[in-house]
């Protein structure tokens, strides 16, 4: 194996490394990385972060082939043969926090960045939405794309849904609500539920029925979920089933749930 076919070029990217075959590539990809981003290494050179500047300028090293292929993230798979493809990409993001009423806590956007191939954000179509549950009531939505009228219009629509009452993908799983409601009365509400996802619909799905209050960022049992939960407190299996169904000494108590469940949605409408 020659020299040349024995090492890598890696075109170093801030904190990112990119893995090309050919030096040319790697060259081409770090002269589009300072190109784009000029203004922000000038900034810091002139406020005297002469550190942050040099770290964030794109250059290219050397890599033994071998190293690469044992240690580097991808392996060999990673590696580039061509110049990734760079787009502008237009982006808007938002964080809601609640969970009867989704509360808009910031906004980020709009505006766009260079955006290349490698990273997670690149993509071809006019917009892409990702909203994420995350711990403590908080939901994060993000929109990015090609255009930015497509994304300004997706946007649009998931504040809309994710601030919706009821909300499309509010639901009853009764066994959820009153692991909930244990987990409340343990002042932990999230000791029992192990997906966000699943924890703010239950939380959503126990207000609606009236058993549970939100006071700020803290969730507390209403005097009607207190006295359910008293009744149910001496037949909650442990462990809990893995299976979703409700244990056979709850039923009454699933059944009281689904009952509560859509007269509390009418209310409400």
Same mark, same amino acid.
């Given at each position: 194996m020659t020299?040349? *076919?024995s090492e890598l070029h890696l075109a170093v990217l801030?904190?990112?490394?990119? *893995?090309?075959?050919?030096?040319?590539?790697?060259?081409?990809?770090?002269d589009q990385w300072n190109k784009a981003h000029a203004g922000v290494i000038a900034r810091d050179r002139a406020e005297g972060l002469h550190d942050a500047a040099d770290r964030f300028t794109g250059k290219v090293e050397t890599c033994e082939r071998a190293h690469w292929e044992r240690f580097g993230p991808g392996g060999l798979s990673a590696v580039w043969d061509r110049v990734p493809q760079q787009q502008r990409i237009y982006s808007r993001s938002a964080t809601f926090v609640g969970f009867a009423s989704r509360r808009q806590l910031n906004e980020f956007g709009p505006g766009w960045m260079p955006v290349w191939e490698f990273m997670s954000t690149f993509t071809d179509r006019p917009a892409v939405t990702q909203?994420?549950?995350r711990a403590r009531g908080t939901v994060?939505?993000?929109v990015h794309g090609l255009e930015q009228q497509a994304v300004d219009t997706a946007f649009t629509a998931a504040v809309a849904g994710i601030q919706s009452n009821p909300n499309r993908d509010d639901h009853l799983d009764a066994g959820m609500v009153l692991l909930v409601l244990r987990g409340?009365?343990?002042?932990a509400p999230w000791r029992y539920i192990t997906s966000e996802l699943h924890f703010h619909t239950d939380v959503r799905a126990a207000i609606a029925c009236g058993l549970v209050q939100e006071e700020g960022i803290r969730l507390s049992l209403t005097d009607a979920g207190r006295?359910?939960?008293d009744r149910a407190l001496a037949r909650f299996p442990d462990p809990w089933p893995m299976q979703g169904d409700v244990p056979p000494a709850l039923a009454d108590l699933? *059944?009281?749930?689904? *009952?509560?469940?859509p007269l509390a949605g009418e209310a409400a409408a």
């Open positions: 020299t040349a *076919a801030d904190h990112r490394k990119v *893995a090309f075959f050919e030096q040319a590539h790697a060259q081409h990809l770090v909203i994420d549950m994060t939505l993000s409340i009365a343990e002042d006295a359910l939960f699933a *059944a009281e749930l689904t *009952a509560r469940y």
